[in-house]
T-cell receptor, first 116, second 109 residues
Framework: GAVVSQHPSRVICKSGTSVKIECRSLDFQATTMFWYRQFPKQSLMLMATSNEGSKATYEQGVEKDKFLINHASLTLSTLTVTSAHPEDSSFYIC????????????FGPGTRLTVT | GQNIDQPTEMTATEGAIVQINCTYQTSGFNGLFWYQQHAGEAPTFLSYNVLDGLEEKGRFSSFLSRSKGYSYLLLKELQMKDSASYLCANMDSNYQLIWGAGTKLIIKP
């Protein structure tokens, strides 16, 4: 149990275009999902917390207009990187919080975004 | 403030035992988590401690002392596949995980 899928696994896009990443909890309902970014050899950086049916809570320094998050159902959250630039190239990982204590997070496999 | 400290890198020998320490200072406490992350992959959940003491799960054990703000992950009978980063994370009063920078564990034959 506790499987989280993420799509696509890799994407290459041109500067100025937008990219949508989907995160799904396959066998449980996730009220809360999280979006992280990780640069090479660095730690996970939380970008935003996504709650089903409400607006996402963004961490300080993360532009909400650039990184659009939609959590439309208990099993799906999407992250759209708008007007992507080369500096947005990174490993984006979503996680879904277990609905029961201890509310551990289960991670998707990640999406490697390269902006050319 | 909130702070999680763990060593940047450790090296151990195949078949041996290694202990990865983690100290934390966070606002509120709802558990201490350990995750494993292989290079280029997402983290996977290893263990969770909310009460003081040792939790054993096969070759991996995790220990917690809440009074000391201290945890460790113990890996026994090390295998080459255990080469990975090990992330310590504290769940704060808002049920949000505060992550350490991770400890890169290098296993040598």
């Amino acid at each position: 149990g506790a499987v989280v899928s993420q799509h696509p696994s890799r994407v290459i896009c041109k500067s100025g275009t937008s990219v949508k990443i989907e995160c799904r909890s396959l066998d449980f309902q996730a009220t809360t999902m999280f979006w992280y970014r990780q640069f090479p050899k660095q730690s996970l950086m939380l970008m935003a917390t996504s709650n089903e049916g409400s607006k996402a809570t963004y961490e300080q320094g993360v532009e909400k207009d650039k990184f659009l998050i939609n959590h439309a159902s208990l099993t799906l959250s999407t992250l759209t990187v708008t007007s992507a630039h080369p500096e947005d190239s990174s490993f984006y990982i979503c996680s879904a919080s277990s609905p029961r204590e201890p509310y551990e997070q289960y991670f998707g496999p990640g999406t490697r975004l390269t902006v050319t | 403030g909130q702070n999680i400290d763990q060593p940047t890198e450790m090296t151990a020998t195949e078949g041996a035992i290694v202990q990865i320490n983690c100290t934390y200072q966070t606002s509120g406490f709802n558990g201490l988590f350990w995750y494993q992350q292989h290079a280029g992959e997402a983290p996977t959940f290893l263990s969770y401690n909310v009460l003081d003491g040792l939790e054993e799960k096969g070759r991996f054990s995790s220990f917690l002392s809440r009074s000391k703000g201290y945890s460790y992950l113990l890996l026994k009978e090390l295998q080459m596949k255990d080469s990975a980063s090990y992330l310590c994370a504290n769940m704060d009063s808002n049920y949000q995980l505060i992550w350490g920078a991770g400890t890169k564990l290098i296993i040598k034959p």
